[in-house]
């Protein structure tokens, strides 16, 4: 007898899947780009920005909470923050899930998902400045707070833009521009490759969970 699901179980259950690829994504990208043992690139937030625009902001604290496991993990139970402190940056992605989803129609989705992130931005500068006071002197260094916010905030530009185009379904448009992005960088640097690629994948990964999501959308983003 086939499982009939409500619409409530079935974006409870895209937002849960949505999550574990947030984790998977941010293991893939710490690990391809080891910045700094504190700074890496973190690509959890995908999930969450996709699941905010496309179901709203309950479903988008939920899959930035749950994404958030594997940076917790790495920054925190394995960083420098400890299980306690580190527990902060479940909050942090959850509430970005959560702006984003309250601003989700109000606005282009760019806009949407960049300004969403403010909240978090200013929350981790706080907290790592909180954290100055409780962890060893030199251990959490204005290098290290500029390359947090910084990274951050790479992230959030190129999934507003890569979020934004797929949503207006300019598949095609968003496609070409990361593989030009992907060619100047790659004979500039070939070190960016891995990103790169990276990119290039979150871009693919991006177009398929909205087709997925899309049934289940109440209400149609500009």
């Known amino acids: 007898m086939p499982i009939r699901l409500t619409?409530?179980?079935?974006?409870?259950?895209?937002?849960?899947?949505?999550?574990?690829?947030?984790?998977?994504l941010a293991y893939l990208s710490s690990r391809l780009?080891?910045?700094h043992p504190q700074v890496t690139f973190d690509f959890s937030h995908l999930a969450t920005f996709m699941i905010a625009i496309a179901l709203g902001p309950g479903y988008g604290f939920l899959a930035g909470a749950i994404s958030s496991l594997q940076p917790y993990f790495h920054?925190?139970?394995?960083?420098?923050?400890?299980?306690?402190?580190?527990l902060a940056i479940i909050f942090g992605k959850a509430m970005t899930?959560?702006?984003?989803?309250?601003?989700?129609g109000?606005?282009?989705t760019y806009l949407a998902v960049s300004l969403a992130y403010i909240p978090e931005s200013i929350f981790t500068l706080g907290f790592s400045l909180l954290m100055r006071s409780f962890l060893p002197a030199?251990?959490?260094?204005?290098?290290?707070?500029n390359g947090v916010l910084m990274e951050g905030w790479v992230e959030v530009i190129i999934f507003a833009f890569v979020i934004d185009n797929i949503v207006r379904r300019k598949v095609i448009e968003t496609a070409i521009l990361?593989?030009?992005?992907?060619?100047?960088?790659?004979l500039v640097h070939k070190e960016f490759i891995h990103t790169l690629l990276l990119l290039l994948l979150i871009t693919l990964v991006t177009l398929i969970l909205f087709e997925i999501i899309e049934p289940l959308?109440?209400?149609?983003?500009d």
């Not at 920054?75 to 580190?86: D, E, K, L, R, T």
């Not at 990361?178 to 790659?186: D, T």
């Not at 959308?217 to 983003?221: D, L, M, V």
Request: proline share 3%; net charge positive; hydrophobic share 50%.
């Open 33 to 35: 780009t080891p910045l």
């Open 106 to 108: 109000k606005m282009s």
């Open 7 to 24: 619409e409530r179980q079935k974006k409870l259950l895209i937002t849960i899947l949505a999550g574990i690829l947030g984790n998977l």
């Open 75 to 86: 920054y925190a139970v394995w960083g420098i923050y400890g299980p306690f402190f580190g």
């Open 138 to 145: 030199g251990t959490m260094s204005w290098e290290i707070i």
């Open 217 to 221: 959308r109440g209400k149609k983003t």
């Open 178 to 186: 990361m593989l030009e992005i992907f060619i100047i960088m790659f």
């Open 97 to 104: 899930g959560l702006f984003c989803g309250l601003l989700r």
